[in-house]
Each structure stands twice: as structure tokens, then as C-alpha cells.
């Protein structure tokens, strides 16, 4: 069972060209820092699909869906299928691949917003699982439509300039998101790792539609800052070596990319290996759901990796936190995420509570790793269903008997 009390809270930790042995260490170094927001690069040649090779108006919901289902199901019983899919269109032109499930009319909405290197696929138990409970509401849950899209460079979704690659520019997608597939009635976010980083931008570029439109949030394995100085469970002397390869890996990354792409396929082996060990808190987690991580993050191309890097090393919302304390918010992590360790969601928690004004629920789950929604999905799926009843009691948008 997941502990729910936490215990007092601990503060967070306040262009060159190498040859080719370097640049093979360097990108194993960055697959390392890059998990502190998401998970390691993988060895899996995956084929990315692109919003702007998808054809025709009248062909991308068929191909988005037929891309969905392609992907591997890591229970082997079938993809959820998406009852409608879209592209939504940001403010600088790309296009967001959109999923959804569940009732058009449904009385509450429910966004989720993926990690870095990931893709919407990484909900795909929380999909499964709250798709079939909340398609029709009962005395003890509301109805719910579920909305999932493919943050940009990552999944089916298009690039952005690499001046894009910034938590705001996520933020005003997640808006753009919002106001073209849930224009009305009450909306929870729940947010992943960069996701979560994505919901807190938002509330620092609109802090007023929290409490209106935005009436709860889950914040799962996040955090609002300091993600330069993780060590990401590596001995001192190995934190010392990462970040002076993490330079060479980033020019190399956007400057060539081809020959990074290379590097990695070499280093596939290193890099798969570290995606277990770095991503998940279990040493025999099931390797189906290795090879799914590996399988979703594939198709993030190396030179988005580099770009977005920045801007995750860079965050401070860490003072932006104050919407939030207007609506019943969850924060959940893994007490083994050595990636964005649990002091980072502690910390969270006490900016959240320092007024009194809102009950933060906290949910530590034990023996899970960064990708605790693949790795105890029953978990994270229990708190989320949590989270949307406190919310329809709250927002009187309820539950059916």
C-alpha cells in the first residue's frame, strides 16, 4: 500500500566537438541526465511518425490511431483505442497529436501530459484502467473524458524551432490543448515528470484559470527546480565525469545529430541497461516494460533531447507554485526515483501547504522507480480516481447513481 503521510520535508540540493570514444560517453552521459526528467535513450529503432507526413485532412484521425495501436502494449492484451483522435494547433504552428476516451459530453475532463523522451503510450495503464471506470459514472466516481496528447518533438507531434524547447512554450500547448478539445466545464491536469513541469508553467503564465477552468491536479514524479545538481544515484566521482561530458553530448546532439543517432545504436546495450536501472525502482521489473520505455522513446529524435535539455536544467517554478493552492492537488511519487529523487516532491508539498489554504494529498509508493506508472500502475491509477472524486465533490459535477 502506498504510505500517504510524508515525513518532514527535506530541501532539494540547491560548443565543442570530442572525438569518437568521447562523444560515445558523452551521449551515454546525457541518456543519464536526460532520465531526470523522463527516462534514458533507448536502443529500439522505432519509426516516429510526424503530424506533417500524415496526409490529407480527412486521413489523420486513421492514421493517428492506426500509429497508437502499433505501439507495444505492455500487458499484451491490446491498446485502449481511442474513441476520437485530433491535431491541435499551438500558437507557432505545430501540430499536437490528441487522443481521447470517453463521452464527449462527459462533466469532467481530465488532461494528461507526458515526461521527457516519452509519449502519451507512457499512460497506457491509466488509460486502460480510468478509461473503463469512468465511462459512465456511479455513486463513488464521476464520468470523466480523458485527454492525451503527445507534447511537441515528442510521439506523433510536430517540431518546433529549437528556441521552442522551453517550459513555457509546453505551456501555452497544454492551453492551446485545452481551449481546442475542452473549451467548457471543469478540467483536472495530471502531469508526469516534464508534465508536471508543464502544469506548473501554466499556472505561472495563466494563474487564473486555476479555480475556474483548472479545478485539480496531479503532479507525479516532478519538480519545480534545482534538476542541474541531481545526481541521479551515481557515485560523486561519475556525477563529476557527467557533467563534463554533458557539454560534448549536447553540441553534438544538435550540431550532428546523424552521427549522434549512430552513437547511440552503438551504445545500445550501455543505454537499455541504464534505462532499467535508472528509470525503475524494482531489479526484476518485467523487461516488457523495459523494452516498452525503450520502445516509446526511440523516436525522440537526439537533437530534440539536446534542446529541450536547458530548459529542464534551468527550471524554477519552485515561487510559482501559488495557483495550485486553490485546487485539491496530488503529488505522487516513487520512494526509489532516483531521477527526480523524493525530496524534490516533498518540497512541492511544503510550498503547496504553507498557507493552510488546500489539503494536498502526497502519495509515496514504495519499491517504485521515476516510471512509477508503468511500474505500479494500480497505484497511481487509485490516487488519480482519488483525486477526481474530491474534485466532483468539490465542483458539484458529479457522479451518477
Known sequence: MARRRPQPPRRAAEHPKGRTAGVVGAVVGLAAAGTAA????????????????????????????????????????????????????????????????????????????????????????????????????????PQARLVFFDQRGHGSSGRG??????????????????DARAPRGPVVLVGHSMGGMTVMGLAALRPELFGTRVRGAALLSTSSGNLADLSFGLPEMLTRV????????????????????????????LVSAATKALSFG??????????????????????????????????????????????????????????????????????LTQTGENAVEYVVVPGAGHMVLLEQPDEVSRAIAGLLRRVAAGADVGATS
Do not use: K
Open 38 to 141: 523522463g527516462v534514458a535513450l533507448s536502443r529500439v529503432a522505432a519509426r516516429r511518425v510526424r503530424a506533417a507526413e500524415l496526409g490529407p485532412a480527412a486521413d489523420v484521425a486513421t492514421a493517428l490511431a492506426e500509429s497508437r495501436l502499433r505501439q507495444v502494449d505492455p500487458m499484451g492484451a491490446g491498446a485502449r483505442p481511442a474513441d476520437r483522435t485530433a491535431l491541435v494547433q499551438a500558437d507557432d504552428g505545430v501540430l499536437l497529436a490528441v487522443e481521447e476516451i470517453g463521452p464527449r459530453d462527459a462533466p469532467l475532463t481530465v488532461v494528461f501530459v507526458h515526461g521527457y523522451t516519452l509519449s502519451m503510450a507512457s499512460w497506457a495503464f491509466q488509460r486502460r484502467t480510468l478509461g473503463a471506470e469512468l465511462a459512465t459514472g456511479n455513486g463513488h466516481r
Open 161 to 178: 524551432a529549437p528556441e521552442h524547447s522551453t517550459i513555457d512554450q509546453l505551456a501555452r500547448d497544454l492551453l492551446a490543448v485545452l
Open 242 to 269: 557527467r557533467a563534463a561530458v554533458l557539454p560534448v553530448a549536447a553540441w553534438t546532439m544538435r550540431h550532428r545529430p546523424s552521427f549522434a543517432e549512430r552513437t547511440r545504436r552503438v551504445a545500445a546495450d
Open 282 to 351: 524494482s531489479s526484476d521489473v518485467d523487461p516488457a516494460l523495459v523494452r516498452y520505455v525503450d520502445a516509446m522513446i526511440a523516436g525522440t529524435p537526439v537533437d530534440v533531447i539536446a534542446e529541450f535539455y536547458p530548459a529542464l536544467a534551468g527550471l524554477d517554478e519552485t515561487g510559482r507554485l501559488e495557483p495550485l493552492r486553490r485546487v485539491p492537488t496530488l503529488v505522487l511519487t516513487g520512494d526509489r526515483d532516483t531521477m527526480i529523487p523524493q525530496e524534490h516532491s516533498e518540497l512541492i508539498v511544503e510550498r
